[in-house]
Nanobody
């Protein structure tokens, strides 16, 4: 019903920036009902962790300090993550997720993208 496709990953040196995007497509009625979107990441050998979430009304939460900014364009059905001052510890697969109800970690489980790899080198 809903497909999420991430883009914008790549390799960058420490201190650099990347902007990730997530395009949401599918049944328009279902898309209109998406309440919350978010970014997660999974670092090598670790569990997936929440990076940032944003509700339809643009109320956002970021769990990675002030280096990351999440934004959402409801008219274009896109989600973005601006990542600045990247560190090698930010190396991970980054996933986009969407939910019809709620904006908690457990709620953000309705739809997932396949991920985009971010690699930060020294």
């Amino acid at each position: 019903l809903v497909q999420l496709v991430e883009s914008g990953g790549g390799s960058v040196e420490a201190g650099g920036s990347l902007r990730l995007s997530c395009a949401m497509t599918g049944v328009s009625g279902v898309i209109a009902g998406i309440y919350c979107m978010g970014w997660f990441r999974q670092r090598p050998g670790q569990q997936r962790e929440e990076v940032a979430t944003i509700e339809r009304g643009s109320s956002a939460r970021v769990f990675m300090g002030g280096r990351f900014t999440i934004s959402r364009d409801n008219s274009k059905n896109t989600l973005s993550l601006q990542m600045n001052h990247l560190e090698p510890e930010d190396t991970a697969m980054y996933y986009c997720a969407a939910a019809r109800w709620g904006c908690t970690v457990s709620a953000l489980d309705d739809y997932w993208g396949k991920g985009t790899q971010v690699t930060v080198t020294q």
